[in-house]
Each structure stands twice: as C-alpha cells, then as structure tokens.
C-alpha cells in the first residue's frame, strides 16, 4: 500500500485490511444494467477488484474496481479521469463505464492477469529471467511515456502495479492511476514545483527526491522504473529488508549507477541517464527505449516464451 493512500485510511477510520476482507459487492450483481459481478480477484490498500462479465458483449470478462463510499472520492475520479484520458493506448487499460452504489464508487475496465510481483515470487529463483524482463519493461517504459506525453506521472510504478496482459499474455499493462497527478499545465509547460510536498508513493520504490519531500517530476516516475526493473531481476533491492526511512535513504544514496546495477551491469547506462535527470529535465525516451532495448540478451529470439508463460 502507498503512502498517502495508508494515511488517507486511517484518516477515513476504516480497519487495516477491510478493502481484502469484508466483500463490498456480492457475486451476482449486475453494475449497469450490464455487467455480472463475480468473484473479488484482488485488494489494494483501499480498493476491491472483482472479476465481472459483460452481457452486452458475449460475457466477456472484465473487472469491477470499487472504493469504499467512506473513502475520499477524488482518488477514484482522479482514476477515472487518467484512464480516459489515456483510453486508447497500449500499456494502459481500457475503461468501460463507472457508477456508484451505495458501498461506494466503481469503475469497470479491462481485465488484466497476475502482477510481476507476484509472478516473481511464484518463479523458482524468486528473479525475472533477463530473457523476459527487459522485454516486459521495454512495455511500462512506453506506458509510462504515453502517461507522460499526456502531462501526467504516475507516482506509485512498482511491481504490483505493472501486469500481464490477461489475454494476451506477451502484453504489460500498468495500473493504479490513483495518485497520478499533472504536472504539465494546460499550455504544455511543466508546473512549478510546490515546496514541501507531502511523501507519495510507495517507500521501497520512492526516489530520493520522495524522501526529501520534493515535488515529483518525470525523472522521479523513471527512478521507480529503475528501481522495479532492479529488484525484478535481482529479487530484491538493497533496502528490501530496512524498516528506518534513514537506513533506507542511505542505502539508496550509496547503491547508485555500476553499484546499483552490479547484477545487471546493462543496466548501468540506464542508471546512469536517470540519475543525472532532474525536475525540469524532458526525458528521452528514444534513448532510454534503446538502452532498454540493449540489456536484452543477444540470444533472445521472438519465439521464446515470457517466464510466467511456463509457470
Ligand atoms: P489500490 O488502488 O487499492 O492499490 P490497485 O489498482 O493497485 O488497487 O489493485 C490492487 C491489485 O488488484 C493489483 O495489484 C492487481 O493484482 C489487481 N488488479 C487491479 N486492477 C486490475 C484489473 N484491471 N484486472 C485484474 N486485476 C487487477
């Protein structure tokens, strides 16, 4: 769970856990005069995510994200607005409608399979095969430039927001557009940053300029990319196992470039060019494509499976 989503919980005085627990919708409903509610697939720090079917278009599957009524509303029409937005492009899903019970406020969007989180964990080595991570995070490097072409960051990239797709399984998608915000203003420029801004994100992930307080920009969405594409393939970031917001922060100030990447040392010039990115600074995503591109292993044919294609 976020941070700020974690404080607006406990703001709100929901129980740790609800959103997994207590079912907020019952198999059988219809939402929309259309969609058949089934089983809860998943649970966020505040949201419940259920499997649904479309009856106006051969009961294909979709899902049904729902946010407790209690909780602050603006995080779901923050959601809703971003994945409108974005509707249309690859990486991001797709949204179908959105309403509201009386248990709280729901959009319906494309169905998406396991989180790379967890397909890591599920993996006999506990790590993404290079053969396969490079290749899934060449697809969230292109979504998250498409939600930065469109004047957003995301402000939570982790693993359990990057998915496979659910048809198609060669596909990534990321999710959690709930503390995305614009930061480039209607003119195109990028907004000035606010002094003292409140943490965001998730603290494993979060880039120095998070701990710091900092207003967050582009760069810092890339650091998050660095850092998952990092404990992907590693099967864990050097702070994985720190509680102490200090011990952490020092351990990301030491773990930098070669040292960061001492397990995956293609990935070095990549570090490199996100490091030296700041606020201001307009990614290339060109150039940070190609890198990418290049850490892939010489042998990768476009035949060979993803790792969780022979799970
Ligand atoms: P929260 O906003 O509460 O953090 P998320 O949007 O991150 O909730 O979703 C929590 C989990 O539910 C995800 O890690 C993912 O495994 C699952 N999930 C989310 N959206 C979908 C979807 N469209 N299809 C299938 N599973 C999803």
């Known amino acids: 769970m976020s941070i700020e989503k974690s404080k607006k919980k406990r703001a709100a005085g929901a129980v740790p856990n ?23 697939i998943g649970g966020g720090g505040f949201a419940q995510i259920y499997k649904a079917l479309d009856n106006q278009d051969n009961n294909t599957e979709v899902a049904v994200k729902i946010e407790d009524s209690k909780q602050d509303i603006r995080r779901m029409k923050l959601e809703i607005t971003v994945l409108l937005a974005l509707r249309g492009n690859l990486g991001i899903p797709e949204i179908m409608g ?33 053969k396969t991570l490079y ?3 060449l697809q969230v490097l292109r979504a998250l430039s498409i939600i930065h072409g469109a004047g957003f960051l995301h402000r939570d990239l982790k693993p359990s927001n990057c998915c496979v797709g659910y048809i198609d ?16 203003d209607k003119g195109g420029i990028v907004r000035k940053p606010r002094q003292g801004v409140g943490l965001r994100g998730t603290i494993r992930y979060m880039s120095l300029d998070g701990h710091a307080r900092r207003d967050l920009g582009p760069n810092n969405d890339l650091v998050a990319f660095l850092y998952t594409t990092i404990e992907l393939g590693d099967g864990q970031l050097p702070w994985s196992y720190e509680r102490e917001h200090d011990d952490i922060i020092k351990l990301k100030q030491a773990y930098v470039g070669e040292k960061l990447c001492a397990k995956q ?32 292993p010489p042998d990768l044919k476009p035949t060979d499976l993803y790792d969780w294609q022979s799970l």
């Open 169 to 184: 399984s060669t596909r990534i998608y990321l999710i959690d557009y709930g503390l995305t915000r614009q930061y480039l």
């Open 18 to 40: 609800q959103m997994k627990n207590d079912k907020m919708i019952t198999a059988g409903t219809i939402l929309l005069n259309r969609f058949e509610v089934q089983d809860m």
């Open 265 to 296: 040392p293609k990935m070095t010039k990549v570090a490199e060019y996100i490091e030296s990115l700041n606020y201001h600074s307009i990614p290339d995503y060109d150039k940070l494509f190609s890198m990418v591109e290049e850490c892939n």
């Open 98 to 130: 959105m309403g509201k019970t009386k248990e709280g406020h729901f959009c319906i969007m494309q169905l998406v399979g396991r989180n790379l989180s967890d397909v890591r964990r599920k993996l006999p080595n506990k790590c993404i095969s290079p």
């Open 135 to 137: 290749r899934a995070m």
